[in-house]
Every structure is written in C-alpha cells, then in structure tokens.
C-alpha cells in the first residue's frame, strides 16, 4: 500500500508537481519492499491457471519467511534474489513446480529447513528439484575442489533425471552474476572463471544461446574489467563508423524482399564483446581485422522460404565461397537450427545472414526451454527429446561407471564442446561428434560393445588408424573382432566423455577378473602346500566358514577376498593357514601325503608350490621392465601391494634388492610347459656403420621370426661402429638363440647380445 501513497498525494495535492523528488526517486526501503514483492512476478504469470499461481505464491511467503533478516551484498532483501530467478523461469514458461522451487532453491542450504519439511509442505516433486540445486555440506570433504566436483555430479545427476534443475540453476547463476558487482572483488575472478567454464558450456549444450551469450560476457567483465571496457569503446567507435552500411544494407535487403514478394522480419545482430575478444586473443587480430561483427537474422513463415530467403540474398549480394552452413538439414547437437551465409556487402564489409522459422528462432533462443514454450500447443511435442535430452541420458550411463566424483566431472567437461562433426555410418546415418574425436569415440557412440571389440576401422573405404580424427561427411566403417579388448592406450587420444569412462570401467573390471583369477590360483596352491586339496567352494555348505573367513581378513566378500590376494594385498599363505584352522574346527584334517609331496617338490624359500604361467593371465602379473623375463628364464615373483605378481629373472638386481627387503612377499613362480604368447627382450648389437645395415638386421629378425617393438639407435653422432638396442618379442629362450644367431651371419653386424639390466 505504501508504494500507492504517493500517487494519491498528488492527486489531492497540486503544488506537488512543483516537488517531484520524493515521487521520482523512492526511499531505498520502499525500493526493496517493491523488488522483494509477489507483484514483481506476478505479471509473468499469465500463462497459469489461478491455482497454480496460488500454489506459487505460498512457496513465495514461506520462502520470505525463511530468508526473513537475510541481506544480500547490495543491501537488498534477500528474498529479491530467489524472485528474480522465478521470473527468468516464468520467462522460459516453465511450471509451477519449477518456479516454486526457483522460490525455495536456496531454502535448505542457507535457512536450515529440511527436505521432509518441503515435501510435507509442497510435495516431493518440488523437493526433489530443491534437493538438486542444494550444494553439499562442506564438512564432508578434505578440499573445496572436491566439495566442488561431489556438488556439481549431484546437480548434474538430478538434471539428467529432471532437465528443470540445470534450468533453474542457470537463471540462479545469471541473476548472480548480473550482480556480482556487488559481491567482494576477490570473489570475481573465481565465480567468474566457474561461470566460463562450467555453466556457460551446459547453457550451450542445452541450447540456451541468449543465456549462453549473457554469461559470457558477464564473466567477460568481472574477469578482464580493463579489456572489457577498452573493447566496449572500439565497438561503440565502431557502430559510428558502420551506422550508414549497416542502414544501406538492411533497406536494400527488404526492397529485394519485398520485390520478391516474400514476407520476412528483418533484425540485426551483433557480435557479443566476449566472443569478438576470444577471435582476436585465438587468430592474433587486431580489433579492426574482425570483420563479422555485424549480421542479420531473416526470419520467414515457412521451413522452404529458409532456403528461397537464401537465393534472393545470394542474388543480391556475393556470397564468400566455404562460408554457407545447413544447420536445417544437419541440426547442431544442441537442436540449434538455421542456415548460414556470409555475404560481401557495400564497400567490401563481410556481412552474415542467418535465415530460420520463428520456431527454429525460439529453439535457438531457448533450446530445452522451448519444450516448455510449446507445451501447450503441442502436448506430444518430442522438442526436449531433440533437443539435447541425449547428452543428459549420456550423464547416467558415465555415472554408472564412474563413482569418483572428480573422474565423473572430468568426463563431463570433455563433453561440453560447443563445435561438432557429423560424419555418417555405413548405412548413412548421420551422426554428430565433437571437434577432434576420434574412430574409437564414434565406434563408443554407437555402442559400448562395438567400442570395445574394434580392431580397425574404414574411413571412406580406406583402412586407417582408430586414433584417427573425424572430418565432416566422412562415412566411417568399424571392424569388429570377438577377441578384442580395450587398449589402455586409448585413453591417450578419445575425446568423449562416454568412450573414456567406457574404456576405463572395463580395464578396472578386467584388472579385477584377472586379479580374482590370479588370487583363487594362489590361494588354492597355498591351501595345497597344507595339505588341503582344493578351496572350499561359494557354496550354502561353506557360507558359515567364508564368513568367518572374511572377519578375518575384513573383506566383504568371497571375490574381494581372492581380489586382493591375487593382487598382494593380502599374503596368501596367512589367508590358507587360516582356513587350515577353520577347517580343522569343523573336523576336516590336511591329507598327510598331499602336504609331503608339496613340500618335497616346492622351492626350498617357499612353502607353497610354484604358480604357472603361460601369459594369459593379463594385467594381474606384469614382467618386470627392468630384466624383462621370457621363457626358460629362472624366475621370481614378486606380490607388489596392490600392483599383482611382478615377474623378475631370479639374477636381476631389482629383484634381489627386494627380496632382502620384502622377503615374505614373494613366491615361487614357473613357466608353464606351452607359454601362449610373445614376450618382450632387448638386444644390444653392434654394426660397422655403412649404407643399409640398418635394413639388413631388420631383415635378418623378421626372418628369425622375431617381431621388433621398438628401435633405438642413441644420440651420439655416427661413428665406424654404431650401437643399436632393439626391442624384440620371442616365443622363449630357444627361439632366442635362433634369433641372436641369424642376427650374428648378418654382415656389418660386429656382435650380438642380450641386453642385461643396466647395459
């Protein structure tokens, strides 16, 4: 009421009109009263029906009640924040439940008021929506990086399952930072930084442009003032200098239009400052050799009068060869679209034309929030389904794999590019990618076991590498292998977030496997060295002894246990005397000549057996890089904590070194009679130096049968007699000397020799 006052005075009052101040310029307590209103909102709501206003509005009082005596930095009451965030959202025409939760966002983080509470209140689904925009409580974490990465994950998660979280976050960090101002200046770069480069990518990949581009460059501004402010003068210059071709051009291209008969609205568009600076800063330009500052947005009744709008235009004016973009026919992944053309205007100016529909306009203006916009005319309307709804489903498959919060978030910002490919299938499908992915991405992207079993791949009928990048229009052909894995390497060059958390889950999972294996094998020897036969089984009858094997030990499971056996977490002669025990407490006794002959027939340091291996156990034993053993070789091995069975030849250094160490830590290992794979060995030779030789000993080891991994020929400058270290991989120690001996007829080849750790 007291806002009317005033009003009312003057109306009785005339001389009133002779004071105008008190009416122009109001007391700031009747400011904050006005902005911390309903009324301020309620003007935006007249898309709803008189219920849901009213359901709207008690979110509002409860939420004036909770912020009760809270300020914010500009003195303001609080409650003025979570207002203007409800009326971002009622602009985006989001429902009730959204702007009741916009009202309460800030309700259990900063006003104690509890979920249940919310939910008895309001009901759940808005609780949910306030739950996902809570942060975490800080206590829980070692580092704010971390509280950060754990908070970001749950807000994500909660947006993959309801897209109206990040909506209604977006406009909480869009009112913040159009008052960051008011905020401590130490606080700008950091939220700014965190703007750039988390917020303003997901208003992006949502389709959300006009917040996109207000994000930008408000993050623009508080994190580089002076650059800010010397760029907005250029412009303003700028706009001086271009006024009259800017007003020739647009009355040009409405006669032409009007000529044509063809009804369009004409608007300009300009550059934003941020993305003027961020051409200049990446192709090194002054500020005069950016020259598509200004375009033009065509926007035409009908899908066909896009690409009629587009011939007039061209007819017009020449159009700048490599600069016509479709984005109708290929839309962006974000539903962005338009077509694109630059044009050479009067005087030589480059000017952009952008033709679209008024709904691709509200698409490409609003991107998800469209769904809301169309809603009512078009209930089965599947806009949020094309419009970037995928990449929000993608967030649950990466948090399926990914519990690590960090690794989670990482995974998220590899996926937030804002250019993409499109490339096509072999049945011409076309597929968007980001900028730089790569064939495992793709071969990921269509599917998790066609990323897993690719082998080779086909790019325009030519075999390529699968580190390859994606160009547009290429149609990409994977080839499959049953037998095929993931190869760590891969996380080396993929581009995805899906592929690298894919490629990662599996490798833990097979390192597990493989360790799990490994384990059962050496606990069932360490059982046999005492006199048990074989390990007990998983089994109803054995479920009593497993549990008190696991108090034990402190693992949760059977498969846990074997886990950290196998990968020497846990010794495993302990764990077998231990079962002995238990064993022994239900009545069954070792078998007296089963512990004579282990014991006879084991390694005279171990009371366990020797473990074979034949190569096939994985990533759970590792050949140590440092001997590098192959068959025939005498062997140790070595139970690393946590790193699995570490194979050394039983002369190496290293190995001898930890043994006097770590001495309870090793086993007895051997070869198995038939290894099923190549192992790596070194070889020093050295040759006379002259013309080919190099070619001559390759020929000589292929002819051996012997695969080269890797050559080194050294720094030092060409001498008569040169040094060169090959990496070779052999069957054994008998394929070997068949190797050394044919290296040895080569000619120029002075001597031959395996190379020893340290040589």
């Not at 998790?448 to 229009?473: C, W, Y």
């Not at 360790?515 to 005492?530: D, W």
């Not at 062997?635 to 001898?656: F, N, P, Q, S, W």
């Not at 007895?668 to 192992?679: G, K």
């Amino acid at each position: 009421m007291s806002a009317l006052l005033p009003s009312t005075k003057s109306s009785q009052l005339p001389k009133v009109a002779r004071q105008p101040k008190p009416v122009a310029k109001p007391t700031p307590a009747a400011a904050n009263a006005a902005a911390a209103s309903f009324a301020v909102l309620t003007a935006k709501l007249d898309y709803m029906t008189q219920a849901e206003v009213n359901n709207v509005r008690s979110a509002y009082r409860f939420a004036d009640e909770a912020h009760l005596g809270q300020l914010r930095n500009s003195g303001e009451p609080y409650i003025t924040h979570p207002i203007a965030v409800a009326q971002q959202c009622a602009e985006w025409k989001l429902d009730a439940q959204a702007l009741m939760a916009a009202l309460l966002h800030d309700a259990i983080e900063d006003c104690g008021v509890t979920k249940p509470e919310l939910i008895e209140r309001f009901g759940a689904p808005v609780a949910e929506l306030v739950d996902g925009l809570t942060k975490l409580e800080k206590l829980e974490f070692n580092t704010r990086e971390e509280n950060q990465a754990e908070s970001f994950r749950k807000m994500l998660l909660a947006m993959a399952r309801d897209v109206r979280v990040i909506l209604i976050k977006l406009a909480d960090r869009t009112h913040n930072m159009r008052t960051l101002s008011d905020a401590p200046r130490e606080k700008w770069a950091r939220i700014s930084s965190e703007t750039l480069d988390i917020y303003a990518p997901i208003a992006h990949r949502l389709g959300l442009n006009t917040t996109y581009r207000e994000l930008q460059e408000l993050s623009f501004q508080h994190l580089h003032p002076w650059r800010y402010a010397t760029l907005t003068k250029a412009l303003q210059k700028s706009r001086g200098r271009r006024r009259d071709v800017i007003k020739r051009v647009q009355a040009e291209v409405e006669t032409a239009f009007k000529t044509e008969g063809i009804a369009v609205g004409i608007s300009g568009r300009e550059k934003t400052l941020y993305s003027i600076y961020r051409k200049m800063d990446e192709k090194h330009l002054s500020f005069a050799q950016v020259t598509d500052i200004y375009g033009f947005r065509v926007i035409v009744g009908k899908l066909n009068a896009c690409y009629t709008a587009m011939g007039v235009l061209h007819q017009h004016y020449k159009p700048l060869p490599g600069k016509f973009k479709d984005y109708i026919a290929i839309p962006k992944i974000n539903g962005y679209q338009s077509l694109h053309t630059t044009l050479v205007g009067p005087f030589g100016t480059n000017i952009e034309f952008q033709m679209r529909t008024e709904a691709m306009h509200v698409v490409a203006e609003s991107g998800v929030a469209a769904h809301w916009l169309y809603k009512a005319a078009d209930p089965d309307s599947d806009a949020s389904q094309r419009l970037g709804t995928q990449w929000l489903q993608s967030l649950l498959d990466i948090q399926h794999e990914t519990r690590d919060a960090a690794e989670f978030w990482d995974h998220v910002k590899i996926d937030l590019f804002p250019e993409a490919v499109y490339v096509f299938t072999p049945k011409s499908q076309i597929m968007a990618m980001p900028r730089d992915a790569t064939i495992v991405d793709f071969a990921y992207a269509i599917h998790s076991d066609i990323g897993h079993r690719a082998v080779a791949a086909k790019v325009n009928g030519e075999q390529v590498p699968l580190r390859s990048a994606l160009h547009n229009g290429d149609v990409i052909e994977i080839i499959t292998s049953t037998v095929a894995s993931p190869n760590p390497g891969w996380l080396g060059f993929v581009r995805t977030g899906k592929a690298r958390s894919k490629i990662r889950h599996h490798l833990k999972t097979m390192a597990l496997a493989e360790s799990q294996e490994l384990g059962e094998k050496m606990l069932t020897q360490a059982l046999r060295a005492e006199g048990i036969e074989k390990l007990p089984e998983d089994s109803k009858s054995d479920r009593p002894l497993w549990e008190k094997i696991l108090r034990f030990s402190g693992n949760r499971s059977r498969a846990d246990l074997l886990t950290d056996v196998g990968l020497g977490k846990r010794i495993a002669s302990m764990v077998a005397k231990r079962i002995v025990v238990l064993l022994a407490e239900r009545g069954e006794k070792p078998d007296g000549l089963l512990l004579s002959r282990e014991r006879y027939t084991a390694h005279e340091s171990v009371s366990q057996g020797s473990l074979l291996l034949d190569g096939t156990e994985g990533a759970s034993v590792q050949f140590a890089l440092c001997c590098k053993p192959i068959p025939g070789d005498g062997i140790v091995g070595y139970l690393g904590r946590g790193e699995g069975l570490v194979v050394h030849t039983d002369d190496c250094a290293v190995a001898k070194r930890l043994q006097h160490r770590d001495s309870e830590r090793f086993i007895a290992v051997d070869w198995s009679d038939e290894p099923t794979r190549l192992f790596e060995t070194a070889l020093l030779i050295t040759v006379a130096n002259g013309k080919g030789v190099l070619a001559r000993v390759a020929a000589s080891l292929a002819s051996a049968e012997a695969d080269i991994t890797h050559v080194n020929m050294g720094q030092e400058r060409a001498q008569d007699a040169t040094e060169l270290r090959f990496g070779v991989a052999v069957r054994d120690r008998v394929h070997l000397a068949s190797v050394l001996r044919s290296v040895k007829r080569t000619p120029s080849v002075l001597r031959v020799q395996r190379a020893k750790p340290g040589s």
